[in-house]
């Protein structure tokens, strides 16, 4: 078993921009479980992404695993439902280290989701700051002139039409890293069934290709798939690689667990 982790910063883009060549190693929590955001961050991953899209929680399920995450020191992304100023605004209050849009579709569409994130008259965000758990409920004075510095704004990437704007969407000013999902952009390929198979990728090396050759020097992140696994993304010079899901890692280990015994 794991040791307990080293404590760690939690100005996510500042270890990024230290990561070098080795890519920081995170976990997707679907599950919405304090108790397994704390473990994931005390097992030592870099990061760990609390998913609003594709998990049952909102924000009030977001909040005790992001003060989890705080307690083990681990970064939290918030991965949102949609790319709305709504969304954004209530993810931000909570106090993430990044922020994650889905379906990003276009240049215009990275513009929106950074003005989101930034206040009057740069962006559209709502202020909320003296009460907010994001500036530790207005006893973080500097929170104003910090937040915007430090918040990673990722932005996914997940269809053809992305792939063919992913170079425009990783030059616009904000975006500081573009994610790029491999199972959203099989299925808008047609391959529901078969995801991540030879003609998907090579359609993510074009992607990756973009990003890692971009001037804006944007970072890429990924998630990692069976037959693309963690050390591939790593290999093709991702600088985030995301491993697994809190649910499947469970899963995998409850199956195995039974199967076990049912054999002996």
Same mark, same amino acid.
């Given at each position: 078993?794991?040791?307990? =982790? ?17 890519? %920081?190693?995170?976990? &997707?929590?679907?599950? +919405? ?9 005390? =097992?030592?991953?870099? +990061? ?13 399920? =977001?909040?005790? #695993? ?21 969304? @954004?605004?209530?993810? %931000? ?14 240049? *215009? ?10 206040? !009057?008259? $740069? ?16 006893? *973080? ?13 990722? #932005? ?8 063919? $704007?992913?170079?425009?969407?990783? @030059?616009?000013?904000?975006?500081? #890293?573009?994610?790029?999902? !491999?199972? *959203?952009?099989?299925? $808008? ?6 995801? /991540? $198979?030879?003609? /998907? ?5 074009? =992607?990756?290709?973009?990003?890692? *050759? ?5 970072? %890429?992140?990924? +998630? ?8 591939? %993304? ?7 690689? #995301? ?6 890692? +469970? ?9 076990? &015994?049912?054999?002996?």
């Amino acid at each position: 078993m794991a040791s307990s =982790a080293t404590p760690q910063t939690l100005n996510l883009k500042a270890r990024l921009n230290k990561a070098n060549e080795e890519p %920081l190693y995170g976990l &997707f929590l679907l599950s +919405f479980s304090p108790t397994l955001a704390e473990i994931a961050g005390h =097992a030592g991953y870099d +990061f760990v992404v609390v998913d609003m899209e594709h998990g049952h929680g909102g924000i009030s399920e =977001a909040l005790p #695993c992001l003060q989890a995450l705080a307690a083990t020191q681990t970064p939290a992304i918030l991965r949102i439902p949609e790319s709305s100023a709504a969304w @954004a605004k209530k993810a %931000l209050d909570l106090g993430p280290q990044g922020l994650m849009f889905p379906m990003i579709d276009d240049p *215009d569409l990275a513009k929106k989701a950074v003005s989101y994130c930034r206040y !009057p008259p $740069n962006g559209v965000r709502g202020a909320a700051h003296p009460v907010v758990r994001a500036s530790k409920y207005g006893i *973080d004075e500097e929170y104003i002139n910090k937040c915007e510095k430090e918040l990673l704004i990722m #932005c996914q990437v997940e269809s053809m039409e992305a792939v063919k $704007n992913v170079e425009d969407i990783a @030059a616009v000013e904000g975006v500081d #890293c573009v994610m790029i999902g !491999p199972l *959203d952009l099989s299925v $808008n390929m047609g391959w529901l069934r078969d995801p /991540v $198979n030879e003609k /998907v990728k090579e359609v993510m090396r074009v =992607a990756e290709k973009a990003v890692l *050759d971009s001037e804006s020097k944007t970072y %890429l992140a990924g +998630f990692a798939m069976p037959n693309d696994g963690p050390d591939e %993304l790593k290999r093709r010079g991702y600088h985030m690689v #995301c491993g697994g899901v809190d649910v499947g890692l +469970f899963r995998s280990a409850a199956v195995d667990d039974v199967k076990r &015994f049912k054999m002996n």
